[in-house]
């Protein structure tokens, strides 16, 4: 087991110890609804209500009686899965008694949000964003505040810390259960977005070296040569030189160029944070360089506006079929959606092999090691992703749920050490595993962890439920299983070696921590004049970014940067910066250093 690895898993084991779970089945009922039970608390569980807690669970709700409860995801992109149709879900389902409905909106998510806020037909659970959308819940008192659900034992009080409980509260409250939520300090493990090639389309193109973000150009620029001169998918379809994640905002087009041109991480999806200090990103000189060089690429035929307008299962249908020659990309997702196993299997049998790998991969000596953002230049320092102690969003649990206890017990299961574990294997009924351990307490799989099929992953229900999931425990417990196997796990073995930071090795590029953005969006009232400016802002970029990256001409890129920085600044934008300063320096203040500064000097290249 390499030192990293070992490590990691001995700093969670002296952290975690051992606990029970907060969904362990116990007999202490502590159930009913939320306006009338003793143990949610009477009234002050509502959402509106300025009492404090009443932390009177007395344990983990009574599972003799099932229970069923609608969760509704904010987001139209989200793959619904059936609840009790795989391993896993069919294990929660019975350790917990619960069934779950999941819905979604089929467009525009805020509009359906507040429709559901304001005419009553409330969900019983949601899962959201943090910032200004979790607010909005707030606000319409549609939520119960959730440390009233926490008892003496109960694993969430250990899984998610004192800070960063306090980061996760709006106006004092904790309302949110975090989606992979990190425990405090420097380093961060694992890793998601990265730029991926396709190996059939790389070997056409003679294997060129991909170290900056001109060489990814060229090798975009070859591909389409390539296609027009008659290279095919090995589905028989189109090359498609460059693709982003789909994403009407093309968040993922700017966010990878800017990057490339040494800018910080991205703020609330339209934010700068340039010497530390916040503005609209099109206000950045830097940030609308890479702006005119992602535009380049779309006036030079590399990429589509079908980044903006796919679905997901669009998207994944081009990636399964082998059409993107290189493409920005969440990684992590092929042991979710299967993208990259699938494409192999099904090109396989085409009898035209097919792979993805990342520019990075540790494992191909024809790829560049680091780092996660091609550099513009050979002496551009680029940063890696930030990752924030409170992960991504939250699931919340509305005033309507009958038995938020049981909620709570499920989701805070899903966390804890035990439900990290599961949720990487998917159960303990197989085919992945049968729930027994070695000697030295090592999970023991019916299959090297390399070895598992899109079909026996999804029959397992193996990373189908990662919402709430918790980043530590996942990939220690990962690292762990992969290290053992004889043939590794791809996703695995990218984030191990070539993604999680190693104080001991820090290499230029990999994620990091830092907290100095948590909270931003929580700053300003969504229904002040100052909140509704902010949110008409938001949409005046998303709306017109696809465009000014899709411009035609140079003019029309120009006149559009304009146009987005005089309406901005129309609509109280240096009001809502001021706002978001003071919560921005205060957060740089409570952690004791900019993350960006020589005093971090998170790569050790200013020594």
Excluded at 189 to 206: C, H, L, P, R, S
Excluded at 558 to 575: G, H, R, T
Aim: overall charge negative.
């Amino acid at each position: 087991m390499s030192k990293k690895i070992l490590a990691l898993l001995l700093a969670l084991v002296m952290i975690v110890g051992v606990f029970a779970a907060c969904g362990d089945g116990g007999n202490k009922s502590s159930g009913g609804n939320s306006s009338t039970s003793s143990t949610a608390g009477g009234d002050e569980s509502n959402g509106g209500d300025d009492g404090e807690p009443s932390n009177v669970s007395t344990g983990a709700d009574d599972v003799s009686e099932p229970y069923s409860f609608r969760c509704y995801w904010y987001y139209d992109w989200a793959q619904i899965k059936e609840w009790g149709a795989d391993a896993f879900s069919k294990f929660m389902s019975e350790k917990f008694n619960v069934d779950i409905d999941f819905e979604k909106p089929d467009a525009d998510s805020d509009s359906k949000l507040q429709l559901m806020l304001t005419g009553g037909d409330l969900p019983d659970a949601m899962i959201v964003d943090r910032g200004r959308v979790l607010r909005n819940c707030v606000q319409a008192n549609a939520l119960v505040e959730i440390e009233q659900f926490m008892y003496d034992g109960c694993t969430f009080e250990k899984d998610v810390g004192p800070e960063t409980r306090e980061l996760l509260k709006v106006d004092g409250k904790l309302y949110g259960i975090p989606n992979w939520p990190r425990a405090p300090g420097k380093a961060s493990t694992g890793g998601n977005d990265q730029w991926i090639v396709n190996t059939k389309v790389y070997e056409a193109a003679g294997k060129p070296a991909l170290n900056t973000l001109e060489d990814l150009h060229q090798y975009a620029l070859k591909a389409k040569e390539l296609s027009e001169g008659g290279l095919k998918a090995y589905s028989g379809q189109d090359i498609i030189p460059v693709a982003f994640t789909n994403n009407g905002g093309g968040l993922q087009n700017y966010k990878s160029f800017f990057r490339s041109f040494g800018g910080r991480n991205i703020v609330e999806n339209y934010f700068t944070q340039e010497e530390g200090k916040l503005d609209l990103c099109v206000n950045t000189p830097l940030f609308v360089e890479a702006l005119r060089e992602v535009n380049k690429w779309y006036r030079e035929g590399l990429w589509t506006q079908d980044v903006y307008t796919d679905n997901g299962d669009q998207w994944l249908e081009k990636m399964t079929n082998g059409r993107p020659a290189l493409f920005f990309y969440d990684f992590s997702q092929d042991d979710t959606n299967n993208f990259r196993r699938v494409c192999v299997e099904k090109s396989t049998e085409a009898g035209d092999v097919t792979s993805y790998e990342v520019v990075g991969d540790p494992a191909s000596a024809d790829f560049a090691s680091f780092p996660q953002f091609p550099p513009v230049s050979a002496d551009t320092i680029t940063y890696g992703d930030e990752a924030g102690s409170p992960g991504w969003n939250v699931n919340v649990i509305t005033t309507k749920a009958e038995r938020p206890q049981r909620i709570f017990d499920l989701f805070t299961w899903m966390i804890s050490e035990e439900g990290s574990m599961y949720q990487v294997l998917g159960g303990p009924e197989g085919p992945i595993w049968d729930g027994e351990f070695d000697e030295e307490g090592n999970a023991i799989l019916n299959m090297d962890y390399g070895k598992i099929t899109s079909k026996e992953q999804d029959a397992a229900g193996a990373w189908l439920w990662t919402q709430p999931a918790h980043s530590d425990y996942v990939d220690a417990f990962k690292y762990g299983v992969n290290e053992r196997s004889g043939v590794k796990n791809w996703v695995v073995s990218i984030q191990a070696d070539l993604c999680t930071y190693d104080e001991a090795d820090p290499k230029v590029g990999q994620k990091f921590k830092t907290d100095q953005n948590t909270g931003l969006g929580d700053v300003i009232d969504s229904t002040s004049d100052l909140g509704i400016a902010l949110k008409t802002i938001q949409d005046q970029c998303l709306a017109e970014l696809p465009k000014i990256m899709a411009a035609e001409s140079d003019e029309e890129f120009d006149k559009l940067v304009a146009d987005l920085q005089d309406f901005a600044a129309k609509n109280k934008l240096a009001d809502i910066l001021t706002e978001w300063q003071k919560k921005y320096d205060a957060n740089i203040e409570m952690q004791g250093f900019d993350a960006y500064s020589e005093d971090y000097d998170v790569y050790g290249l200013k020594k």
